[in-house]
């Protein structure tokens, strides 16, 4: 059986640094890629980056790019992802999510793609 369980979230101060951590634990496939996404209230769920767990290629949106970093350690079947520099903006749900189609980028993965959900990690970036 697969789970996806992210942990990690909490409340920083601007400037601060958090770090989250997805267990995606159950597949079979060296080839997943994993993703962190990020939803606001009323708006869409916005993919901030992910890593093929097989090449550990990544990729980063524009939002995000210089300040967090995403790794995998396949030994503990968990994908952290390291946030530095946080601001108001950052503030939203995050949540960790799994595709077993392990495209490389994995940038080329559609969000349609991703079929197993975290319950997400509340980020609250706030002096």
């Known amino acids: 059986q697969v789970h996806v369980v992210e942990s990690g979230g909490g409340l920083v101060q601007p400037g601060g640094s958090l770090r989250l951590s997805c267990l995606a634990s159950g597949f079979t496939s060296d080839y997943l890629v994993i993703g962190w996404f990020r939803q606001l209230p009323g708006k869409e769920r916005e993919r901030i980056s992910c890593i093929n767990r097989g090449d550990e290629r990544t990729h980063y949106s524009d939002s995000v790019k210089g300040r967090f970093t995403i790794s995998s350690d396949k030994a503990s079947d968990t994908v952290s992802l390291e946030m530095n520099s946080l601001k108001p903006e950052d503030t939203a749900l995050y949540f960790c999510?799994?595709?077993?189609?392990?495209?490389?980028?994995?940038?080329?993965?559609?969000?349609?793609?991703?079929?197993?959900w975290g319950q997400g990690t509340q980020v609250t970036v706030s002096s």
């Open positions: 999510a799994v595709s077993t189609i392990g495209l490389s980028p994995c940038g080329f993965v559609a969000k349609g793609a991703y079929h197993y």
